[in-house]
């Protein structure tokens, strides 16, 4: 069963979007300890794709076209605060423990992150990492396009890095 719809602020985020995508794991970790984990790991692969995609960027005369730091986080440094940052993205809605809705805008597109959580079997918690697009004008399908066979290995690998097991523990993760 998803999430998604047990979370009313996506409703009008979905209804106007041009691209939607889910990416679920179950794990035992807490909201804020999947996000620091999830955002606050960029191995060299994605480092790679992201001066890739810099050039991209530049070529379409996007504002954004660094690459993002790849700074650890901890839970504590997950804010749920509306306007605060969470790496590149801007808090836009959240609930503690129950999701988190971050935006990244800029001239030719908007990509909102959500991440939700809700309870499992087991006492596991199912994470659901939905990605939604809206295009601003005729470089937003031309940019996503590019970089769409890419989003979903990067989405995917945040996902697993979210749900693996603190240091020193076993846990089984269990992809959907």
């Known amino acids: 069963m998803s999430l998604i719809g047990t979370v009313p602020e996506l409703a009008s985020l979905l209804a106007d979007a041009d691209h939607v995508d889910v990416k679920a794991a179950e794990c ?3 909201l804020r300890g999947f ?6 790991r960029r191995p ?3 480092r790679t794709l992201f001066r890739g ?14 690459v993002p730091a790849g700074v650890p986080l901890r839970p504590e440094d997950i804010s749920f605060t509306p306007g605060d940052k969470v790496a590149f993205f801007t808090v836009s809605a959240a609930a503690e423990d129950r999701f ?3 935006e990244s805008a800029d001239t030719h597109l908007i ?4 991440v939700l959580a809700g309870p499992s079997a087991g006492g596991r918690t199912r994470f659901e990492v939905v990605t939604i697009v809206r295009y601003r004008r005729w470089t937003g399908p031309l940019y996503f396009n590019l970089i769409r066979p890419f989003h979903h290995l990067v989405v995917r690998s945040m996902t697993n890095a979210g749900s693996r097991p603190a240091p020193g523990t076993v846990e089984r993760i269990t992809p959907k």
């Open 53 to 66: 995609r810099a050039v991209v960027a530049r070529l379409l005369r996007l504002r954004e076209s660094g």
């Open 28 to 30: 035992e970790s807490t």
């Open 44 to 46: 060299a692969w994605m």
């Open 100 to 102: 988190i809705v971050l």
């Open 111 to 114: 990509g909102y992150l959500a």
């Open 35 to 40: 996000l620091a984990a999830a955002m606050g």
